[in-house]
T-cell receptor, first 113, second 114 residues
Framework: KQEVTQIPAALSVPEGENLVLNCSFTDSAIYNLQWFRQDPGKGLTSLLL?????REQTSGRLNASLDKSSGRSTLYIAASQPGDSATYLC????????????FGQGTRLTINP | DTGVSQDPRHKITKRGQNVTFRCDPI?????LYWYRQTLGQGPEFLTYFQNEAQLEKSRLLSDRFSAERPKGSFSTLEIQRTEQGDSAMYLCASSALQGSTEAFFGQGTRLTVV
């Protein structure tokens, strides 16, 4: 059974810092991995999708990497801003049971002005 | 296209009542998913439709839950005889069948059972 873990559960940093959020998964047989942002009481906003054949994806100040063999992904946020404060979730789409995403519990990020 | 739309955004109901939620996916997306999210947790898969066919259901989906997608467009999720443990955010997502399978989520329906 695929399990996804995100560490740390919460992170607080001063504005302007670069930071890394971690995601690990137990089964490397995945189609892709997706990073989401969730603001309190809201739905999920897709940030980046990495296919299993890719190593990384970039969008603006965000860069996500994927090391499928070791079951790890990182989300790098450059020059953090208070508006980046949110919960960040990673999810994998397993090859078996490929119709559903399996989510981690998220990292709650706070950027202090 | 305005993305995935869910209605209502919030629902408060008394224990034992039935509730129904609606999801309108992105128009060209064949795949539609329902997830449930409780406070501090990641979303958990409930069920999946490809067009109008319900192809997968989680064991989380008890007999009190039913979902439909009658014409392969919008979907409804009904909970009968609600219990306090049903209180959660119910999220709908859609994705294309071919090409990018990136999932796009709606804003969710927050259910509170009192």
């Amino acid at each position: 059974k695929q399990e996804v873990t995100q560490i740390p559960a919460a992170l607080s940093v001063p504005e302007g810092e670069n930071l890394v959020l971690n995601c690990s998964f137990t089964d490397s047989a995945i189609y892709n991995l997706q990073w989401f942002r969730q603001d309190p009481g809201k739905g999920l906003t897709s940030l980046l999708l990495i296919q299993s054949s890719q190593r990384e994806q970039t969008s603006g100040r965000l860069n996500a990497s994927l090391d499928k063999s070791s079951g790890r992904s990182t989300l790098y946020i450059a020059a953090s801003q208070p508006g980046d404060s949110a919960t960040y979730l990673c999810a994998v789409r397993p090859i078996q049971g490929a119709q559903k995403l399996v989510f981690g519990q998220g990292t709650r990020l706070t950027i202090n002005p | 296209d305005t993305g995935v739309s869910q209605d209502p955004r919030h629902k408060i109901t008394k224990r034992g009542q039935n509730v129904t939620f609606r999801c309108d996916p992105i128009s060209e997306h064949n795949r539609l998913y329902w997830y449930r999210q409780t406070l501090g947790q990641g979303p958990e898969f409930l069920t999946y439709f490809q067009n109008e066919a319900q192809l997968e259901k989680s064991r989380l989906l008890s007999d009190r839950f039913s979902a439909e997608r009658p014409k392969g467009s919008f979907s409804t999720l009904e909970i009968q005889r609600t219990e306090q443990g049903d209180s959660a955010m119910y999220l709908c997502a859609s994705s294309a069948l071919q090409g990018s399978t990136e999932a796009f989520f709606g804003q969710g329906t927050r259910l509170t059972v009192v």
